[in-house]
């Protein structure tokens, strides 16, 4: 008789998001007249950008022609998508990466859920705490995570980084030394982030001690900030240490269109043993490529015209954080992150618990954020609103939240 993979039975309730959506559905239910503002999942919502839609029309033509028609892409992703990456996010920023370190594909979710697979099962994996939820639960699947601990809210072989108004929302170096860590800066979901000679101290650490950074760098384009580094590979040493995660989504609002790509330096070995040709291999057996279509739109990017229409999305997502980070403050809230990031971090006032301002800002503002403690232990106590809204709807919240 067959059996599952039971260390699916080990994930403790659903999924953050599923939970929260659950919620809203009974409360929205219950009350029908309330219009709800959410200020919850990190989805953009914004359309793409004109540069984007004219590439993507361009290339649906091609592929309603026999002479330009295009098949399975290549493995690790189209040479005009790679090279564009190499230039407009390496090179640009001194960051010796070369065509044949980037793997393309259709996210970083998949990508930051699907690299554990080249590590042993003995690795003992680092995170933040609080996190991005994706780190933790495909290590769990996998069966790296020892037990769950229900009244602290941790797995037995996971080290945890706090990261909490005392240490200004930055991990420390461990006590116990991990082989995998993975670090998110700019961060989901406290909106902080590390200055570059922070970020060389976890390079040092990490080539020191023999472990590999996983860093996932989604929110790159909204960095303001001149000391925060763009990629860890501005970093000395990073070669021999890190894979960087990058998506498209909250850049360019691809979270519909699905495009991301891995940095996997050849320098990375272990024991002789290439990184990336082991991350080759299993993007060649278990990934047939992101479409042409979308890799073309992916190209539009980092063209002059569509550099100029994406920071202007950006800036107008930055205006909203703006104006919940100052609209928070006026109204006595203690709030972080929003500058460097499209989320505001705030703690919870009078003691509520994290879930308990939950209910409070859906049942008296008609406001959907997202609970801190859905993060990790660490994450009680605050709750994460994103600047990803319309600038109306954004307004409209923060105006409900003040005269509370
Ligand atoms: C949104 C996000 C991503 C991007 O995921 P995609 O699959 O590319 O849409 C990756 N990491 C973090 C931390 C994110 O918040």
Redesign the pocket.
Known sequence: MYKINDNYLKLPGSYLFSGIAKKVREFSEANPEASIIRLGI?DVTQPLAPAIIDSLHKAVDEMGAAETFRGYAPDLGYEFLRSAIVKGDYASRGADISIGEIFVS???????GNIQEIFSLDNKIAVCDPV?P?YVDTNVMAGRTGTYDSITEKWSNVIYMPCTAENNFAPEIPEETPDLIYL?FP??PTGSTITKDQLQEWVDYANRVGAVIIY?A??EAYISEDNVPHTIYECEGARTCAIE?K????NAG??GV???YTVIPHDLKCDGVSLNSLWARRHGTKYNGAPYIIQRAGEAVYSEAGKAQLKDQVAYYMNNAKVISEGLKSAGYKVSGGVNAPYIWLKTPDKMTSWEFFDYLLEKANVVGTPGSGFGPSGEGYFRLTAFGSYENTLAAIERIKAL
């Not at 259709?106 to 930051?112: I, N, P, W």
């Not at 998506?247 to 909250?250: E, I, L, M, R, T």
């Open positions: 990190g259709d996210g970083a979710k998949c990508d930051s991005y994706v998110c961060n989901n996932d989604a929110y995660l998506s498209f989504s909250k691809f979270t699905r495009l991301g």
